[in-house]
């Protein structure tokens, strides 16, 4: 690795942390956090949060990470705060579409650059705009226009040292005029967006993508957005050799009541925690309502470590040569099934499509909190 690449204080893999709108990510066990050096959080979930404890601490003229440090978050981990912007557009897509309802949610710079200085953050992504495969030359001129003004604001309240630069594009001349402007900038940390629509657009381009960008950044951490599915850990850490990649995934697989075993996701009833033995699978008892905060927290735990556990074993071998389609076709995942085919064009599924279908992990996590409320744990039982 590269001296850049070993300086920085990140793990690979960061979670997404929603300690702004979320109690228990306030309360112990979640708040000691100890599971991973990084974690991420979003200036959307400041503007989405109606919690009383982000206006105390706002108004008391802490930082966020300040505010979570007395409450025991470790001061030595670090905080990457990112704009939310892909969250609030899967949600506009999601849930709300299909209940006909329209959601209009927008930040400016101005509110995400407010939202970071008050967050006393350690890294800074930089506001960054999503080129899909189906934009015409002229949009995705626009949008190269947009990430380099939106670079170019970030680094007047924030040094380029603390700057993570989002890379976009699907072809190698978008893809190198991005990054030649980021490091004209003195951008040392890099990070690849716009995976997740181009995962579902064509994985034989997303390879390729994913590749190309690799070897430009060589000497430089990158990043990677999106982990539509645990099993692609292997692919993005040890087969194209990424640094790290955050995820609302695991947050996600476990709303959804999943246990994880390796990378493969079993419904939590088929699980044995007593074969686990990590922090979390200690506090699980079967007994328990599956649907309470607590029995929810402890299995997110296990997730957590068990991603870590894998993701640590993978970047520690060095880079193969393997496609993303080798991946899925050898994942245990039974949800990967269907993607063992290489898709036809015909078949080829376009963002407005698929759109639909995403649920943000806020949102599958707000319907697990509010189906725990209706019901009463065993345990608390008198």
């Known amino acids: 690795m590269g001296s850049v690449r070993n300086k920085m204080k990140l793990s690979h893999l960061i979670p997404k942390n929603h300690f702004c709108s979320f109690l228990l990510f306030r309360q112990e066990p979640l708040i000691n956090w100890t599971y991973t050096k990084a974690v991420l959080f979003t200036a959307y979930d400041i503007y989405r949060s109606t919690d009383f404890w982000l206006d105390e601490t706002i108004n008391s003229g802490s930082t966020l990470k300040e505010g979570l440090v007395e409450l025991g978050f470790p001061r030595g981990n670090t905080l990457v705060a990112d704009t939310g912007v892909f969250e609030m557009e899967a949600k506009k897509a999601g849930i709300a579409r299909n209940l006909g309802i329209e959601v209009d949610i927008e930040l400016t710079n101005k509110q995400i650059f407010e939202a970071y200085e008050l967050s006393g953050a350690d890294y800074f992504v930089a506001p960054d705009e999503i080129i899909l495969p189906q934009d015409s030359q002229t949009e995705i001129i626009i949008k190269i226009g947009k990430i380099k003004d939106n670079l170019l604001e970030l680094l007047e309240v924030v040094p380029a040292s603390k700057v993570i630069a989002v890379i976009q594009g699907h072809s190698e001349e978008v893809i190198s005029d991005i990054y ?7 951008i040392s940390c890099f990070a690849m967006g716009g995976v997740i629509p181009l995962y579902f657009h064509s994985k034989d381009l997303l390879d390729s993508v994913l ?142 499509n698929i759109s639909i279908k995403w649920m943000t992990a806020e949102e599958s996590l707000a319907i697990t909190m509010r189906d725990g409320e209706k019901e009463t744990p065993p345990d608390s039982q008198n």
């Open 180 to 186: 030649d402007f980021h490091r004209e900038q003195g």
């Open 211 to 352: 590749k190309y960008v690799r070897d430009l950044t060589k000497k430089h951490w990158l990043h990677i957005f999106g982990l539509p599915r645990v099993s692609l850990l292997q692919y993005y850490l040890h087969d194209i050799g990424i640094d790290s990649v955050d995820t609302s995934s695991l947050l996600y697989i476990t709303a959804r009541r999943r246990y994880l075993i390796g990378s493969k996701g079993v419904q939590v009833r088929e699980a044995v925690f007593k074969d686990c033995g990590c922090e979390g699978c200690k506090n699980l008892d079967p007994k328990k309502s599956t649907r309470s905060s607590d029995f929810f927290v402890n299995l997110y735990l296990h997730n957590i470590l068990a991603a870590v556990k894998l993701g640590d074993n993978f970047a520690s071998h060095p880079p193969g040569q393997s496609r993303i389609d080798t991946k899925i076709e050898n994942s245990q995942d039974p949800e990967t099934a269907q993607q063992k085919q290489k898709p036809k064009s015909s078949d080829i599924v376009q963002t407005n």
